[in-house]
């Protein structure tokens, strides 16, 4: 009699055990589900981050390009200026001769010229002097 109730109690606590054991492996279940929900948006973000991060290193190299083509455009117009200037500086040292030369010339001129009216007034004063004799 013992033993059978002994048994009716094994069988009793087997069943609780059993049952036990699928609630234990539904709620297993039902936390694998959420963590492998959670490890496939977790994938999801990585993979945007990564879509991200590489079109990050895309435009960082795109704007590193730039920035050398700006510096090479920047030391060629340095060059361009410089030239220019030096040019420049050659041209207003010829035009400042130049204009020397021509003012010297112009001094001459001027001094030929008041030579030439001092001379046609004396001329012309000669000629009045010999018809009046």
Not at 36 to 60: A, F, G, P, S, W
Request: hydrophobic letters at 30%; glycine letters at 2%; a neutral charge.
């Amino acid at each position: 009699d013992k033993v059978l109730e002994k048994l009716r109690q094994c069988e009793a606590e087997k069943v609780q055990i059993i049952k036990d054991h699928g609630t234990l492996m539904k709620e297993f279940n039902t936390r694998m589900q959420v963590h492998l929900e959670e490890i496939r948006l977790l994938k999801e973000v990585n993979h945007k981050l990564q879509t991200d991060m590489q079109e990050l290193r895309d435009l960082c190299c795109y704007l590193d390009d730039d920035r050398h083509k700006c510096r090479k455009l920047a030391r060629e117009w340095q060059r361009f200026g410089r030239h220019t200037a030096t040019v420049m500086r050659n041209e207003a040292t010829s035009y400042q001769e130049k204009l020397h030369i021509l003012e010297l010339r112009e001094s001459q001129i001027s001094t030929e010229n008041n030579e030439l009216k001092e001379l046609c007034l004396y001329l012309d004063q000669q000629r009045k002097t010999t018809r009046s004799a």
